[in-house]
Every structure is written in structure tokens, then in C-alpha cells.
């Protein structure tokens, strides 16, 4: 048996099982003279899916297309198998508890949140990841929740200062931002991109000569 046809009969198993959210049948073609951008999109993703059925990415973007038309049955099923191929796809995890949300079931959002949160609670770095996801998808707080979780893990973290620095840029608490800017630049000064945001904020740094160790150099310096 192929390898689309031995995941196709898996999905199949899991899906009488009650483990897969799944419309009765596949999701028919697109049928010929409907152009619009969304239909011709589905088209070409459901061509990627004839030549590679177990593609995570392939399903994520049809889930999302189906979402945004409000069509949940197939939106959940695309997304369960995205989550399938590859059960580390943060953003279709994210995806999927703003469907329930967009759907008007907070309970079963706030099930799977909670669920996909307790997954990768003892890995901060996937928890950020997933923090990220959040944040994409509209969702701030469940993803100051990963953000803040992570940091307690492991406060030591440049990665996860910055993207914490991040969330408080892109929601204009600049005060807060600038803070994580510089505890995750003492941290690791070798960044470019974080030099260049606490310029903006005011706060003067030193960048380390090339070659040099990436960690507690360049300290900022507060005007």
C-alpha cells in the first residue's frame, strides 16, 4: 500500500473512532468556472494533495481557507490532518481553537488550549512557539500565557525575552518592550534586529566586535 493510501486508511480508522473531526466525505474538486481566488487556491492545494497526501503545510492552508468561508467541518478536518502528519504544527493547533472560537464554543476553545498548552508545558522553547501561534491567530491571552510560562521555565532565555519583547512592541506598551529588549540583549548581544529595536526605544547599545562571544557583551546602556 502507498503511503497516501496507508494515511488515507488511517485517518479513516481514527476518524470512526471519534479521534478525528471528519466531513462524511473527502471535500468534492473545485467545479470548472469558479474563479475566484479562494476556489482557484483550493484547486491548486488539492493538486499539491494528489502527489503528496501526507503534506502538513498542504492541509493547514486549505483548514485555514475553509475557516475564513465559516465552513467548520471541513476547516477541523484539514487541520486534524495537518496536526496529524506533523503533531509539533503549533499553528494549526492555534488554528484550530480560534475555529471553535470563531464558532461560538469558548468551553471547546478553552479545552484545547488548555490541552495543547499542558503538551509542551516542560519544553519553554515550544511553548513559545506556540505562544507565537497564539499570537498570530488573534488570541493574546492565551499567548501571554505560553510567553509568561516559558520565561518562568527558563528566564535565562534570550529567545523567549525577545519574543516577549515583541508582543509588548506590536501591542504599543513600548515601556515593557524596552525591558525585554535589554534583558535578552545582555543575554545575547549578538542581535542585529534587537540592537536595532532598542535604538528606535531610545536606549544606546554597544554591538560586539566581529568574532567575538555572543553572550554578556554589549550591555545596554540607558540613556
Not at 478553552?110 to 498570530?136: C, D, H, R
Amino acid at each position: 500500500m502507498s503511503s497516501k493510501g496507508y494515511a488515507m486508511v488511517c485517518a479513516m480508522v481514527l476518524c470512526s473512532l471519534g479521534l478525528f473531526g471528519c466531513p462524511p466525505t473527502r471535500p468534492a474538486r473545485v467545479a470548472q468556472g469558479v474563479n475566484t481566488a479562494s476556489d482557484i487556491r483550493k484547486a491548486e492545494l488539492l493538486r499539491q494533495l494528489d502527489k503528496k497526501w501526507e503534506n502538513p503545510v498542504t492541509h493547514y492552508e486549505l483548514g485555514q481557507l475553509y475557516h475564513a468561508e465559516g465552513d467548520w467541518s471541513k476547516a477541523d478536518w484539514y487541520y486534524d490532518q495537518a496536526i496529524g502528519f506533523n503533531p509539533a504544527y503549533r499553528d494549526a493547533q492555534a488554528a484550530k481553537v480560534k475555529m471553535q472560537l470563531d464558532k461560538g464554543d469558548k468551553s471547546k476553545s478553552e479545552y484545547l488550549a488548555s490541552m495543547f498548552m499542558t503538551q509542551v508545558v516542560s519544553a519553554p522553547e515550544q511553548l513559545m512557539l506556540l505562544g507565537e501561534a497564539f499570537e498570530k491567530q488573534g488570541l493574546d491571552s492565551y499567548a501571554l500565557k505560553c510567553y509568561r510560562d516559558a520565561l518562568k521555565a527558563q528566564p535565562d532565555s534570550y529567545k523567549i525575552n525577545r519574543q516577549l519583547a515583541y508582543y509588548y512592541l506590536h501591542k504599543n506598551d513600548n515601556e515593557q518592550a524596552k525591558e525585554y529588549f535589554i534583558r535578552s540583549f545582555n543575554m545575547n548581544s549578538n542581535q542585529p534586529d534587537v540592537a536595532n529595536e532598542l535604538g528606535k526605544l531610545g536606549v544606546a547599545v554597544r554591538s560586539p566586535e566581529p568574532g567575538t562571544s555572543p553572550s554578556k557583551l554589549g550591555q545596554p546602556i540607558r540613556p
